[in-house]
């Protein structure tokens, strides 16, 4: 793999721009979106959260990851995104298989995973740890038949530039993508915060990497920018999967707004994504009785999205 991103000679400042840059993705046919929905919205109600026993306000929530499969096959979505963070503490590739088999029973596709790694610190103890840590879970997608893993870049440490900040997300997100490739497995680079907060850098970072299993995961409610949609457009034509959020909160507003999901739509069609649609809900209000209407609603749009 060839790396395509460099520093300039004077100051690390970003050279006039990659070398031979990935172009947009090109799909043949009509846009074409499928309805899933990720563990995470349901993070209340999952038995483990990070290794540990997931406390909410002091009530212990009783889902496991094969609950959730269930609850997606009866709502009608057709892909699960089995979110990393909900795994029981010590799982093996037999309780990854079973997930697999049950999943492919109830009618269910794994749409991918999601970690929360950070890939901005530099040489040294703690990027080895984050990137075996990516690596592991790459592992697992492919034993679970997951395509795709939706991962973080980090955000610059206090005295690190953006660009000594890039570099170093890079060196690591390169090191994983050749496993990522030969597992078959897609790494989503989602715009959530840190060094991806501006959508401009984002499709620089995406653009430096040399890999056909890169691209970006584009979350529909993490721009802060003041122009939201117009940053979704920019990185649409990167986009490998899509997460779907319920609002966002523009640059300077003091409160959030709903998505507009038929804006949302219109600009996943111009840029011809066919994809995953993944509802992840953070509203505040309780997501068992939210979720069902959401995804009624959103299927009726879907059916009407060519």
Not at 43 to 66: H, I, S, V, Y
Not at 179 to 206: M, P, T
Request: neutral net charge; glycine residues 10%.
């Amino acid at each position: 793999m060839k790396r395509r991103y460099f520093l300039s000679m004077s100051g690390a400042v970003l050279g006039a721009g990659p070398l031979g840059a990935i172009e947009p993705i090109g799909r043949e046919g009509d846009p074409r979106l499928l309805l899933g929905l990720a563990a995470y919205s349901f993070r209340k109600k999952m038995r483990w959260m990070k290794g540990k026993a997931n406390e909410d306000e002091g009530k212990r929530g009783n889902w496991g990851m094969f609950d959730f499969i269930d609850y997606c096959a009866d709502h009608g979505c057709a892909g699960a995104e089995l979110t990393s963070y909900f795994f029981p503490p010590e799982f093996d590739e037999a309780y990854l298989l079973k997930l697999k088999r049950h999943a492919y029973l109830r009618g269910v596709a794994i749409s991918g995973t999601a970690v929360g790694n950070v890939f901005t610190h530099p040489k040294g103890g703690e990027r080895r740890k984050q990137i075996e840590y990516v690596k592991d879970w790459i592992r697992y997608a492919a034993v679970m038949g997951a395509p795709h893993i939706r991962v973080f870049a980090g955000s610059a440490s206090k005295g690190m530039s953006q660009e000594e900040a890039e570099k170093n997300f890079l060196e690591c997100y390169e090191e994983c993508l050749e496993l990522a490739e030969a597992k078959g497995v897609f790494l989503g680079l989602e715009n959530h915060g840190g060094i991806v907060a501006e959508a401009d850098a984002l499709v620089r970072i995406i653009k430096a990497v040399d890999s056909p299993w890169a691209g970006i995961n584009l979350d529909g409610g993490n721009f802060h920018t003041a122009d939201p949609y117009g940053d979704l457009a920019k990185i649409a034509p990167y986009a490998v999967n899509v997460q779907m959020k319920m609002s966002l909160k523009r640059k300077g507003a003091k409160e959030k707004e709903p998505v507009d999901l038929p804006r949302l739509l219109k600009i996943l069609r111009e840029a011809k994504y066919q994809g995953w649609f993944i509802l992840e809900y953070e509203e505040e209000a309780d997501a068992e009785k939210a979720v069902p209407g959401i995804l009624k609603d959103v299927a009726k749009l879907l059916n009407s999205f060519c």
